[in-house]
Structure formats: structure tokens, C-alpha cells
């Protein structure tokens, strides 16, 4: 733990930040400094965000292999779920921040926590019965990170700077997925427990209480991520389709049928919070214009995935033995049968950077 070189009663956190962290970020493989629009990025989630999180626990839910990461700025695999970089990666970019590290990489510590931090952890979701089917960090496993992290950021520029610093971080939340596809359609003991209804309402009453509880925290910039067109993932295409390659309707009305009551929590949400900014960022809608026109948007596969070419292939069975995986991942809106491509990650980025994030920014 680094000894605090910031005097909480003398430095503001712009001031602060400087004397312990340079403000250069990598964009396209390229180095260029700027002045951040935030003093840090602080990400919560699944799979879909996750640093590497899950590199460092218990779980057969990982990605530290090759072909992941093979077009990532290292060309190493890093834990993220996908080729290259991550949608909240591209975001940090263009804030102005490194890509936040994840929570239990050893070298999360001292100055490399202070621009930002991931706790996502891959596999899990709003309900916490989710994580627990995959040994995975829950929603509330990675709160009690957050609490932790706060700590050494205290410990490294003191309280009130550590505080003026979550005060002014964007929060990114994005999750839900598997409680769908990698849980409830899947789980018959959770069908027979819950109508889909209910289970809903489970879901958002967690996200509710997660929003408060950031809230109570001293966060006031969050960012919660939509639901993507379920239907149109590899995966569930290759579990429902028939054979047909076509995105299955029942899950992408489940999808909207579930932002739909997330904005309108959003909305409860920010109306009952002094202070508060937070903004529903909807992925669903650009997601399924990319799938809709994948060659407006550069790609020749919208449907199939890089790794596994559209079957089953994620985590172990997205490896370099995988028959199939493609030589271009560009090409590809997925790059194995749940994740986005590095390609689609940035389109993702500019697009929610463009829509909601900037209300929290300016």
C-alpha cells in the first residue's frame, strides 16, 4: 500500500492526480495526452467489461489464453473477453484515462488504482444466483471490492481527495445478460421458482439497490449499460435457431422487455437522488442497427462469431485449437459466440460516449 503523497487540506483532486499519475491513454495502439473529462473510471459488470478479474479466482469462466487478446496492444491475452479491447477500454480513451485495471490484478495498486479500477467479474449478473453457479464475483461481492478500494485510495491521496475523486468518477454498470441466457432459460429450478415477471423484478430491484448503494458511497456519475439483443448472440442462435442463422424473437423481446423497466428505474432512480447523475445508456438499439447493416458499419459476419464460427465456443472452448477461428476479426460484429469483436467494442464506445455518458461528463 502506498504511503499518501497528496495533503488532503492543500490539494484539489486535478492537482493531486497530476503529482501521481500521468494523464496519457492509448488509442488505436497509439499514445497521446490529454486533459481527462473525469479523474477516474470505476467499472462494474460481467464478462462484458471484465479486465481480468476472474483470472484470479476459482472458476472455469476465464480468458487468459490465446486466441483472446491476440489484438490487444500487448497481443497478449489479458482475461478480457474478446480479441482486443473492451467497450469500457475505448471509453477510458476517450475520457481521457488508462484502461482501468482489474480489482485483483497484483498491480492494481499505489498510483495504477487512482485513475480508475474494474471489480466486473465475468459470468455474473444482477442476481446473485448467477455468480454463484459460476464461482464468480456478484454484484455484491464486487461492492465489498469497492469498499476495499476505497480504503487504499484514502491510504494513497487521503480521505478528502480519495472522496473528491469518487464524487467526480464515471461509474460504468454493465451487466444482466446471464441472468437470462446463462441462468433462467437454463435453470429449471429458477423457472419453477420465479415467472418471468418476478424474476424481473428481482433483477431490478438488485440494480436499485446497487445504484443506493453507490449512491450512499459518494458516487454521482453512473452509467448503467442496457441489455443487448439477446436473441442475436451466436450462442443462443446456435441453442433456438434451428439451424437457421436468424436472431431468435423471444429473447430479444425479453431484452426490451427488460430495458424498458430499467429506464424507467433509471428514472425513479435519478428523480429520488439529490445530486445524482445517471444515465440509462442504451446498447441494445445501436447493437441491433450494426446486426441489421453490419456492412455500413465495416463487417461481412454479423451473426456468426470469429472463434468457433458461430457455435458454442467461449472461454476453454475459444483456444488456439478451435477449428475455424478466423484470421480477421475485424470482419466479425462478435468474436466468439457471447462477446463483441475489438471492432464492435469501439463502435459500442463511440456510440454510448455519444448518446448518454457526455450528460454525465460536461
Known sequence: MGRSICNDNALSWPICIVLVANFSCITDGSTRSKTPLAPAIIVFGDSTVDAGNNNYLATIVKSDFPPYGRDFDTRKATGRFCNGRLATD???????????LAYLDPEAEGENIVQGICFASSASGYYNGTAENFNVASLTGQLKWYQEYFGKLSDFVGPANASSIISKALFILSTGSNDYVNNYYINLDLQN??????????LLSSYKSFIQDLYNSGARRIAVISLPPLGCLPSQ??????????????????????????????????????????AYSDLYTVFLDVIS???KYGFSHALKSCCGVGNLAVSILCNQLTPGTCSNASSYVFWDSFHPSDHMNSILANSLFAQPLKELLF
Do not use: W
Open 193 to 202: 421458482k420465479y415467472h418471468l415477471d418476478q424474476y424481473r423484478d428481482i
Open 90 to 100: 475505448y471509453i477510458a480513451s476517450l475520457v481521457g484515462l488508462p484502461y482501468p
Open 293 to 295: 447493416e453490419p456492412r
Open 237 to 278: 442462435i446456435t441453442l433456438y435457431g434451428e439451424g437457421e442463422v436468424k436472431c431468435i424473437e423471444f429473447l430479444n423481446t425479453q431484452a426490451l422487455s427488460f430495458n424498458q423497466d430499467l429506464r424507467q428505474a433509471t428514472t425513479t432512480l435519478k428523480n429520488s437522488m439529490p445530486d445524482i447523475r445517471l
